[in-house]
């Protein structure tokens, strides 16, 4: 199941998108209205739209985004990092989040803004702290695309990642939550403007989706809704105003984000 969040002409509601293959383009597919949110049994009010009528938005909004640094040692090389021997983990504000064509805006005190395409966790649990990872699936509610967009000139200067990576706009997610999901081994892309920068997959994570979670949820209580980054694989590289950038997840479809310069 297929779980959006969008403007229909009467308000925003979570929906279920119907129809056609994820990869199948937009125009194929209609949402489904439900009633209240996706964090329970799923009840529909019948209301229906075909998707090119209405405005996908973030498909969820977190109370928190945990971000996971070089979880793919490819990636950690090619910044000249090891690779930890935990799980290194960061926070995003909930205000970095965007949805599916909405702007990233790059702000006028850096530059070297980067892509970097990742798998995204949705928590369904409520109050899911302290899991071992043989249950931590099971506070799942679904996964979507994500861009954990990074100033990289900031993220070297400082020694903390909340300025590099906590802009406004610097966490795209979307285009919706797909709750029939395996994790274990899908392509993660990063497209700019049709050049593919990034083509990974996740079997070559450090540390598997199950002891992410695991791991963050015996640091704090994650909450339905909150969003894990499973971190990003190599090929990251540079944005520039008028770029178009595309994350895809083998299973779950494209998140494509136009980038523009912070007025
Ligand atoms: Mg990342």
């Known amino acids: 199941m297929r779980i959006a969040r969008f403007v229909h002409p009467g308000g ?91 702007a990233i805006r790059l702000p006028p005190d850096s530059h070297q803004v980067e892509h970097e395409a990742e798998l995204a966790v949705v928590i369904g649990a409520t109050g899911a702290r302290d899991l071992p990872a043989d249950r931590a699936l099971s506070a799942v509610l679904g996964y979507t695309c994500a861009n954990d967009v990074t100033a990289r000139d900031q993220q070297k200067a400082d020694v903390q990642f909340t300025r590099a990576k906590g802009h406004d706009s610097f966490c795209p997610i979307g285009p919706w939550i797909e709750t029939d999901f395996d994790p274990s081994d899908v392509a993660v892309r990063c497209e700019v403007d049709g050049e593919v920068r990034q083509d990974g997959r996740t079997r070559d994570m450090v540390f598997d989706v199950a002891t992410l979670i695991s791991y963050v949820s015996h640091v704090m209580t994650l909450l339905p809704g909150d969003v894990i980054l499973t971190g990003t694989p190599a090929g990251v590289g540079p944005l520039v105003a008028g770029q178009r950038v595309a994350v895809s997840v083998e299973g779950i479809g494209t998140l494509t984000n136009p980038v523009i310069a912070r007025s």
């Open 12 to 102: 925003a509601a979570f929906g279920v998108v119907e129809g056609g293959s994820p990869e199948a383009g937009l125009d194929s597919l209609t949402v489904a209205e439900i009633e209240g949110h996706p964090f329970g049994p799923i009840q529909f009010t019948g209301q229906r739209w075909a998707l090119p009528d209405v405005r996908l938005l973030s498909p969820i909004l977190p109370s928190k985004v945990v971000g996971v640094g070089r979880n793919h040692a490819a990636h950690a090389a090619e910044l000249g990092n090891d690779v930890p021997a935990a799980p290194l983990i960061f926070l995003k504000p909930s205000t970095a989040v965007i949805g599916p064509a909405d």
